[in-house]
Antibody, heavy 117, light 112 residues
Framework: EVQLVESGGGLVQPGGSLRLSCAGSGFTFNDYDMHWVRQVTGKGLEWVSSIDTADYTYYPGSVKGRFTISRENARNSLYLQMNSLRVEDTAVYFC???????????WGQGTLVTVSS | QSVLTQPPSVSGAPGQRVTISCTGSSSNIGAGFDVHWYQQRPGTVPKLLIYGNSNRPSGVPDRFSGSKSGTSASLAITGLQAEDEADYYCQSYDSSLSGSVVFGGGTKLTVL
């Protein structure tokens, strides 16, 4: 069974840093592009970052320069280093994968990041 | 404001048919990028519902169907059931920024 399990969320002060991890199992990790998507409670889905199989990385303007996505294929793991966190970064962060077709499946259970003083 | 535009809410009685639109532009759906749909029931994680505009993953009932034309896509649900009450999101890519993933704002389906 394909599984993605996120960890590393928590409470952090504005301006602080946090590192999220996502452990993949049940599939050949390095064959897939990996992504982070977040969701503010009661709101919609927002793409946060992507890393493809060649380690090219992509970010929307809202997090570019503050967040860094990386992967460690030997450990079947995806990471998101979040620096200079803002109150508006508060959300549940999901890890997900995509193949050549570009759809996201499956999704992890999510990890909650709360940025507050 | 989401790059892909969805109606905030739709509703229908059990057994009825509803459609959810997803409107983009020439830099995303109109540029030929596929549209994918996700269902998120309350308190759960998003689940892939339709991929590649009109394909259903194994286990998704054939009551769900997708289509794409021009700069828009649609999700249709026939024979509405109470369990279909959920949020639905469309997703695609945008050529204006390399690798840019775009989502619709989501549509809340209420089964009356």
């Amino acid at each position: 069974e394909v599984q993605l399990v996120e960890s590393g969320g928590g409470l952090v002060q504005p301006g602080g840093s946090l590192r999220l991890s996502c452990a993949g199992s049940g599939f050949t990790f390095n064959d897939y592009d990996m992504h982070w998507v977040r969701q503010v409670t009661g709101k919609g889905l927002e793409w946060v970052s992507s890393i493809d199989t060649a380690d090219y990385t992509y970010y929307p303007g809202s997090v570019k320069g503050r967040f860094t996505i990386s992967r460690e294929n030997a450990r079947n793991s995806l990471y998101l280093q979040m620096n200079s966190l803002r109150v508006e970064d508060t959300a549940v962060y999901f890890c997900t994968r995509s193949g050549d077709g570009g759809w996201f499946d499956p999704w992890g259970q999510g990890t909650l990041v709360t940025v507050s003083s | 404001q989401s790059v892909l535009t969805q109606p905030p809410s739709v509703s229908g009685a059990p057994g009825q048919r509803v459609t959810i639109s997803c409107t983009g532009s020439s830099s995303n759906i109109g540029a030929g990028f596929d549209v994918h749909w996700y269902q998120q029931r309350p308190g759960t994680v998003p689940k892939l519902l339709i991929y590649g505009n009109s394909n259903r993953p194994s286990g998704v009932p054939d009551r769900f169907s997708g289509s794409k034309s021009g700069t828009s896509a649609s999700l249709a649900i026939t024979g509405l059931q109470a369990e279909d009450e959920a949020d639905y999101y469309c997703q695609s890519y945008d050529s204006s920024l390399s690798g840019s993933v775009v989502f619709g704002g989501g549509t809340k389906l209420t089964v009356l």
